[in-house]
């Protein structure tokens, strides 16, 4: 038996098993906010041991935890070694934006549905990226079948599975870097099954606080207002779009800098000056900008929007996240995975950028060749990832299975 034949036997028959898993994985509320995602590890390393896995696992401690806006968090490695060779990681994050409004299944149900294009399971998280909790579970698996079968494997494979992706990846991946508890030669982040991404944007979030002083509204020359202090700020902050609109990146799949206020709150009561206004900004880094001196750059478009008024202004980084790069190596990942994908799917799956940002730049800045590629569809919108009635296609995910347990084992140097 041939490992193609192997991985496709085990994966097919094992089916049910891994829709089930993600499934429970599902139903595990890890919402970040307000990320309390221990409770979420638990469970997912309860299920990994009943496959027969061992499990590593790793609570962060309180103090980076509570840094990154968090309430708990652990980060969970499973390593497999076959035989001498090198390490491939499997990285995806079990935590997941909150649910939202507009749902028309339970977001925690796991509800399985008909479509045109086969059974789908809906749930928060489903598709990004508890999906592939399951598909790299079940490559490992799979592999591991293949060679009790007395298929030759080489190398190691080890899942990373980690919670704070919604708040940058600080103690996630980058944490179990900085303590040296892995030190992968390869890494395939969580991604979807049509496209195989090798760059990504970088964020900036910055808070902006202005502090004004009250007064009473019928005498509002008596006070200092913060809200239209606030407002020559946003002005001045919304203009700048025009300009960053056609700054254009050469990276296929990333078009332009963006840059949006997405949180503001403030005043007392109608009838008082606002004292203090506070929002938050988004500007998306493209792959060619420096991260600093995009930083620096809108710093000091907001300190002098600010001159002309009387509030005081602070402005506070809440996340500098670094764009990706494509890291040498990462076109050896790229290629196995497209060779695989096409014996698979049978259609050719692109190399591309995409416009958000991801865990993956941990491992990147490490030197480690890293690129994106996991169970879904073929965009973000089609899963309706971070959006209500979150989806994802059980073929996909069948598929994303098979395609990463080769390319896994092709990376590790086992022969076909």
């Not at 008596?222 to 606030?230: F, M, N, Q, R």
């Not at 710093?299 to 500098?320: C, E, G, H, M």
Request: charged share 20%.
């Amino acid at each position: 038996m041939t490992l193609a034949q192997a991985i496709t036997t085990f994966v097919d028959g094992e089916f049910a098993r891994e829709t089930a898993f993600l499934a429970d994985l599902v139903k595990v509320a890890s919402d970040n906010p307000p990320g309390d995602c221990a409770p979420h590890a638990a469970r997912a390393r309860q299920l990994l041991e009943q496959l027969g896995l061992t499990v590593h696992a790793y609570d962060v401690p309180q103090a980076p935890v509570r840094a990154a806006g968090m309430r708990s968090a652990a980060n969970l490695i499973v390593r497999h070694r076959f035989a001498d060779g090198p390490v491939v990681a499997l990285n995806a994050h079990g935590d997941v934006v909150p649910p939202g409004l507009g749902w028309h299944h339970d977001p925690y149900g796991a509800e399985i549905a008909d479509s045109p294009h086969g059974p789908v399971m809906y749930g928060r998280g489903v598709a990004v990226s508890k999906s592939d909790f399951a598909t790299y579970t079940w490559a490992l698996l799979a592999l591991r079948a293949a060679a009790a079968q007395g298929v030759k494997l080489a190398g190691t494979v080890e899942l990373h599975f980690t919670y704070d992706e919604e708040a940058g990846g600080e103690i996630g991946p980058k944490w179990l870097l900085d303590q040296g508890l892995t030190k992968p030669d390869f890494a395939i982040g969580a991604g979807f099954s049509y496209a195989i991404t090798n760059a990504h944007n970088g964020c900036l979030h910055l808070e902006v606080t202005l502090t004004g002083k009250q007064a009473h509204a019928a005498m509002p020359e008596t006070g200092i207002d913060a809200l239209e202090a606030a407002n020559g700020i946003l002005t001045a902050v919304y203009d700048s779009r025009t300009v960053l609109a056609r700054a254009r990146s050469r990276v296929p799949g990333i078009s332009s800098p963006t840059l949006n206020v997405g949180l503001i709150k403030g005043g007392i009561n109608t009838n008082v000056v606002p004292d203090q206004v506070t929002f938050r900004l988004d500007r998306r880094i493209i792959p060619e900008e420096p991260p600093a001196a995009v930083e620096a750059e809108l710093r000091n478009l907001i300190t002098a929007a600010v001159q002309p008024y009387r509030a005081s202004v602070d402005v506070r980084r809440i996340l500098l996240a670094a764009p990706l790069v494509p890291p040498p190596g990462s076109d050896r990942i790229a290629g196995a995975i497209a060779r695989h994908a096409r014996s698979v799917l049978g259609v050719d799956v692109p190399v591309t950028g995409v416009p958000l940002y991801t865990d993956a730049r941990h491992y990147a800045e490490r030197g480690i060749p890293i690129v994106l590629y996991g169970a879904g569809p073929r965009t973000l919108l089609e899963a309706n990832a971070h959006n209500a009635d979150e989806n994802l296609r059980l073929d996909d995910l069948r598929a994303a299975t098979k395609i990463v347990a080769l390319a896994a084992a092709e990376l590790c140097g086992s022969e076909s």
